[in-house]
């Protein structure tokens, strides 16, 4: 049977289960969380709604991590959200000690599983997750490329007035602001970006698919993005699920490629039944590559920083 596990059943961790359900990828839907009743809660509320939306798998929710034994795919929201006073290596200890706690369970319940890590900051927590779950590198991946993509497809499509499910493109590097544009390699129903739109309007648009995330907590005051980073999340999920082998931008572990080792960060990658199947190593001018290395080295400084916390 196929079973797909949530970890977090706030707003990311819920609205993943929920689109998930609706997409009916799974057979059953576990949502863990450690507030009791929140995810036994939210998960028969998915539940009864399946009648209604055309889906019979089940959802439920849990606060015992045994629940998830015999999962094929586990996803990892939980975590805190940067509080006022608290400093971002607080954050960075506590969330890395809940990635620890998840990854000690995945590591007994469900050892052959694909991971995928949304945990903020995610492409160092990914990174932790490997390390703790120590599973081949195929199978833990990090979701933050098609998050960024999807914002900025959004806005070419809205600046051009066309779908923008035809808006096609890559972004590399780290989550948000070191996030690496590649309008060259963007195209709209294969036409290139760049013969549609000006230079200027394609800054403003990556400028604004960077601070996508904190444009959406500037707007609701408490708490962050959750819709598109959930559909993000389940972009990953389908492809794997479906053995779909889509060309998505999700956090890799580089082992040479782009000149980088020892480091997760987003590059494109052909995502499959075996979870990363193939990292793309295209080809990037040295302007590109300059802004990869910057983002590159700003996360391996991180990782360095979260390894002697
Ligand atoms: N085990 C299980 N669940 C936990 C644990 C734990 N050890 N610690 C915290 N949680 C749960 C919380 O109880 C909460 O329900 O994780 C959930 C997080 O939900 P929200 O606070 O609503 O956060 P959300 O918006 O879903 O974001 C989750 O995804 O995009 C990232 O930056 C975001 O790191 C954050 C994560």
């Known amino acids: 049977m196929s079973k797909i596990s949530i970890i977090g059943a706030g707003h990311v961790g819920a609205t993943t289960a929920f689109i998930t359900a609706q997409k009916c990828l799974a057979e059953e839907i576990v949502l863990v969380d450690i507030v009791e009743g929140l995810p036994q809660g939210k998960g028969l509320d998915m539940f009864e709604s399946g009648p209604v939306q055309g889906f019979s798998g089940r959802v439920r929710g849990t606060n015992d991590y045994e629940d998830i034994a015999g999962s094929s795919i586990v996803v990892m929201t939980a975590g805190i959200a940067r509080k006022p006073g608290m400093s971002r290596e607080d954050l960075l200890r506590t969330n890395a000690s809940i990635v620890a706690n998840a990854a000690s369970h995945i590591k007994e319940s469900c050892k052959d599983a694909i991971v995928i890590v949304v945990t903020n900051p995610l492409d160092m927590m990914t990174f932790h997750m490997w390390k703790q779950l120590g599973f081949p590198t195929e199978r833990v991946v990090g979701q933050a490329g098609c998050l960024d993509t999807a914002r900025y497809r959004t806005f070419i499509g809205e600046k051009l007035g066309v779908s923008s499910k035809d808006v096609s493109a890559i972004l590399m590097g780290g989550h948000g602001d070191t996030m690496v544009p590649l309008p060259r390699y963007t195209t709209v129903a294969g036409i290139p970006l760049t013969d549609l739109m000006s230079t200027e309007d ?26 598109a980073p959930a559909a993000a999340t389940v972009e990953m999920v389908e492809s794997i699920v479906m053995n779909q082998k889509r060309v998505l931008c999700c956090s890799c572990l580089l082992q040479g490629e782009f000149g980088w080792n020892d480091l997760y960060i987003g590059v494109p990658c052909i995502l499959g039944k075996k979870g990363v199947e193939k990292i793309i190593e295209l080809k990037l001018t040295p302007e590109e590559k300059a802004l990869f290395d910057e983002s590159a080295g700003k996360y391996k400084t991180g990782i360095e920083e979260m390894l002697a916390l």
């Open 202 to 227: 394609i800054e403003a648009i990556v400028k604004r698919a960077r601070t996508g995330g904190g444009e959406i907590v500037s707007l609701l005051k408490t708490g962050s993005a959750y819709y």
